[in-house]
């Protein structure tokens, strides 16, 4: 770029780097934004395997009351790399990585705005698992903080705890950078006749998320800074005694003003992706597609506004509470409004039980139980109750694997076909998805009954009132965590062995589905041009985009409720 304003003449583009040829460019640096989204999505699952694998020594460990397997400070150190892991470096970084493979396709794009900052946004991420994860190995053992690295006592525990605090600066690094691409690709680089709101869904959900990150993810970093100040320099930000004049609850403050929007950064991708999902499967447009979109952006302005619902025990401001509950009730609407728009689309739809399909029908269900119990959780009253409980447990997990991770799988499987020019095993898919229903209910539904029965979390043992239904929550965690072998097979031998796959075998209308399985090296021969809506099925003669020489169809006359039947 120096050059380049200074007048002088510029070196052309080296692309001979760009795209993968064989499997082995995988492993080296490459700008090709549909090989970073492999690369995001095969690092991620790797980290969700190893928080995965630590949740079932807890849960070997939980059986049955006192110690079996881990001491109590191993244990603290599993559920604290366990959630970092699930949180920082699987649900977020996936996301981006189903994003990166899926948005310039979608947006009528050749690649990223920036693509060797795609390359480096990719590159920090294992770096920060890598250093989490290595935690273990330092003196003192992992960092036992939990996720969320309270001070005082992230300032005074051992070694492992500044692991922590670097991981989260370089999945954090990554997530801004990541968003900025984003936000400039998407606000740049649409194809010609796309405007805002013939955008697809998901496009809509990542802009969103994309402004969520980078407002919200310096407040987690400067929190982090400020620990590895005390820790280091002993600033005191966070002492509380009356020399040092550091406040702890503020630590608090500042750390869920992003973790509750982070909860949003980890849920709007994947309302994008159900979107999709439930268009195409249930071949009818969105029902309310502008109040879809808006409902998202309603989200992003509600989510900096209940931060302190997580604090309604920590000693804040007394004034602060009914406020905070009040705005966690508000951003049920848009959430709702999302939720009934899925539900209308697939109203005398021509629903296709498809693989993406189940999990997009089994997220409705799980995300709108976690949500009814997240609006149990703002009742002042019944927080103070049971915070800190396992009801607590049950509720981020309903929340965030049942309305995350079940997104995930649905779009792994959506565009498992566009990614790899195979398909996957259509019948492997539907037991994947039925075991994981079943055993992950199993699994959490319990947890409710004994959070408000008052058996505390983050402890490594407990009463032996809970003794029996522990047990059986084990269990089914262990069988839960096995049907995941099935899509790891199922993923593996169809990329090898799979049939090859049209180039769309949804019959979906968005762009990515308008080129080959896998797409070309530039995504596309010529620029498409958009002329229609993202989701018109049903509509006779609809086109969302067309290539040169294509002719453009008449305006139809009829709508979708009429002719969805011809489907």
Request: net charge neutral.
């Amino acid at each position: 770029w120096f050059r380049w304003a200074s007048g002088a003449p510029t070196v052309p583009e080296d692309h001979s780097g760009h795209g993968a040829r064989s499997w082995k460019d995988y492993f080296y640096v490459n700008t090709d934004h549909k090989v970073i989204g492999i690369q995001y999505i095969v690092t991620t699952f790797f980290f969700f395997i190893a928080g995965g694998l630590m949740a079932m020594i807890m849960r070997a460990e939980l059986a049955q009351p006192g110690t079996q397997f881990v001491d109590p400070n191993t244990y603290n150190g599993l559920f604290s790399v366990h959630a970092s892991l699930m949180i920082f470096l699987f649900i977020i970084p996936v996301f981006a990585g189903i994003a990166n493979y899926v948005i310039p396709l979608m947006i009528g794009a050749p690649d990223m705005a920036f693509p060797r900052l795609n390359a480096l946004s990719y590159w920090m991420l294992p770096v920060a698992g890598v250093m989490m994860i290595l935690s273990y190995a330092a003196p003192g053992g992992a960092f036992a903080t939990g996720w969320t690295a309270y001070a005082p006592l992230s300032t005074q525990m051992p070694l492992g705890q500044a692991f922590f605090t670097m991981g989260v600066q370089f999945a954090g690094a990554s997530s801004i950078a990541t968003a900025l691409n984003f936000l400039v690709t998407i606000i740049t680089m649409r194809a010609p006749g796309m405007t805002f709101f013939r955008m697809p869904l998901l496009v809509w959900a990542n802009f969103t998320t994309s402004l969520l990150v980078v407002i919200a993810t310096p407040f987690i970093a400067g929190s982090q800074f400020m620990i590895l100040l005390d820790r280091a320099l002993h600033a005191n930000f966070f002492q509380p005694s009356a020399a040092a004049g550091g406040d702890v609850v503020m630590y608090q403050h500042v750390f869920w003003f992003y973790s509750h929007p982070a909860v949003y950064i980890m849920m709007l991708p994947g309302f994008g992706i159900i979107s999709e999902v439930i268009s195409a499967n249930a071949r009818k447009p969105i029902f309310g597609y502008r109040m879809m979109a808006f409902s998202l952006v309603a989200i992003v302005i509600l989510g900096f506004t209940v931060w302190a619902h997580h604090m309604f025990v920590s000693g804040m401001y007394t004034w602060l509470r009914v406020p905070m509950m009040l705005t966690t009730m508000l951003i049920a609407v848009p959430t709702g409004i999302k939720i009934f728009s899925w539900l209308a689309t697939l109203w005398k739809g021509v629903i296709h039980l498809t693989t993406p399909m189940l999990f997009a029908l089994g997220f409705i269900t799980m995300f709108t139980l976690g949500g009814i119990s997240g609006i149990v959780l703002a009742v002042i009253p019944v927080v103070i109750h049971v915070s800190d409980t396992y009801f607590v447990v049950a509720h981020i997990h309903y929340v965030l694997f049942g309305g995350s991770i079940f997104t995930i799988f649905a779009g792994i499987y959506h565009w498992f076909p566009k990614m790899t020019g195979r398909m996957y095993d259509e019948r492997l898919g539907k037991i994947h998805f039925w075991l994981s229903f079943v055993f992950f209910n199993l699994t959490f539904g319990p947890m409710h009954l004994v959070g408000v029965d008052g058996m505390p979390r983050r402890v490594a043992d407990y009463a032996e009132q809970f003794a029996a239904m522990n047990m059986f929550i084990s269990i089914a965690s262990f069988l839960f965590g096995l049907s995941f072998l099935i899509f790891l097979y199922n993923v593996l031998a169809s990329w090898r062995f799979g049939p090859a796959a049209e180039a769309n075998p949804w019959r979906a209308h968005t762009l990515e589905w308008q080129v080959s399985s896998p797409p070309p090296l530039f995504n596309f021969d010529e620029i498409p041009t958009v002329v229609g809506g993202p989701y018109e099925y049903g509509v006779p003669g609809a086109v969302h985009g067309v290539f040169k020489g294509q002719e453009v169809p008449a305006p139809p006359r009829t709508t979708a409720a009429a002719t969805v039947a011809a489907e």
